[in-house]
């Protein structure tokens, strides 16, 4: 897995990267297995990091439409407990929040100790979408990078780890995705027609999200590329790839400072 993270000093170029890619791995029992071993690993380091309530850990899910970012959120968070695990989602920005520098919105929303907060779109938003429609200048997002990489390290130095992931699929795919909401009466609330526009910008959005990733790709707030074609092989790469960063974290419960025979429950 470790294939996906984006290697320091790299230019990214999403066109070399296949988002067919699904390892060496196939759909099965056996995948059905690991997955389920992961989500329970997953959900027991959940439990000691809220116990500890010592890490802090932040993930940025930026992808195109359809491409799964609101599947990926229900698939790997699923047996989470909910009190220490957060979904922040950003929109159009608000005329409140456009008063405000790009960061505001976002810093009200990082993880405290003890917290996951995920980050369904970003502050990446005010370097892509508002780039490629040419709300901004060049200079202003080149300026908002430095900006980034400094906020991102300032929360690193305070305790967050930051994992970023860009899930990654083909204009193709994203045509089936877009016709299955529209052939599927249950799936139309998830059809806008926005989507079909920003769709024939593709190719300014990649250059946009090349430049980003490139440009902000740090020690301390890494970039994963995640093949997102293959539904199951995105949860795969995004549970295991979090799954790595919480194994790391040398978690204890909190030492106890009761003394458990001297109490007695009436
Ligand atoms: P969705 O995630 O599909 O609900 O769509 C949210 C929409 O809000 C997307 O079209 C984003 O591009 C847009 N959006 C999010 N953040 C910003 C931002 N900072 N500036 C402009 N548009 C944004
Ligand atoms: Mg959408």
Do not use: C
């Not at 906020?151 to 930051?162: C, D, K």
């Not at 083909?170 to 799936?187: G, I, M, S, V």
């Not at 079909?196 to 994963?224: C, F, G, Q, S, V």
């Amino acid at each position: 897995m470790e294939s996906y993270h984006v290697k320091l000093d790299t230019r990214v170029r999403l066109d070399k990267l296949d988002p067919e890619d699904s390892g060496e791995h196939k759909k099965g029992k056996q995948l059905d297995a690991m997955l389920e071993k992961i989500r329970l690993e997953m959900d027991r380091l959940q439990e000691l990091l809220y116990a500890e309530r010592k890490h802090k850990v932040l993930i940025v899910l930026q992808a195109m439409d359809t491409a799964g970012k609101d599947g990926t959120i229900s698939h790997v968070f699923e047996g989470m407990n909910p009190q220490g695990v957060k979904v922040a989602s950003f929109k159009a920005p608000t005329t409140e929040e456009l008063d405000h520098d790009f960061l505001w919105r976002v810093h009200k929303q990082v993880p405290g100790k003890g917290e996951i907060v995920i980050f369904n779109r970003s502050h990446y938003e005010d370097v892509l979408v508002v780039r490629v429609h040419n709300l901004i200048t060049r200079d202003v997002w080149l300026r908002r990078y430095k900006e980034i990489n400094n906020f991102e390290h300032m929360l690193a130095n305070e305790g967050t780890t930051i994992l970023k992931f860009f899930l990654h699929i083909t204009p193709d795919e994203q045509k089936q995705r877009l016709q299955d909401r529209l052939d599927d009466p249950a799936k139309h609330w998830k059809f806008s027609a926005a989507d079909l526009d920003e769709r024939k910008l593709w190719p300014d959005y990649m250059k946009a999200y090349e430049d980003a990733i490139t440009a902000t790709n740090t020690a301390w707030a890494p970039w994963y590329i995640v093949p997102a074609n293959k539904k199951w092989y995105r949860n795969l790469v995004v549970a295991s790839t979090i799954m790595a960063a919480l194994q790391t974290f040398d978690m204890h419960y909190p030492e106890s400072t009761l003394d458990a025979s001297k109490i007695v429950i009436e």
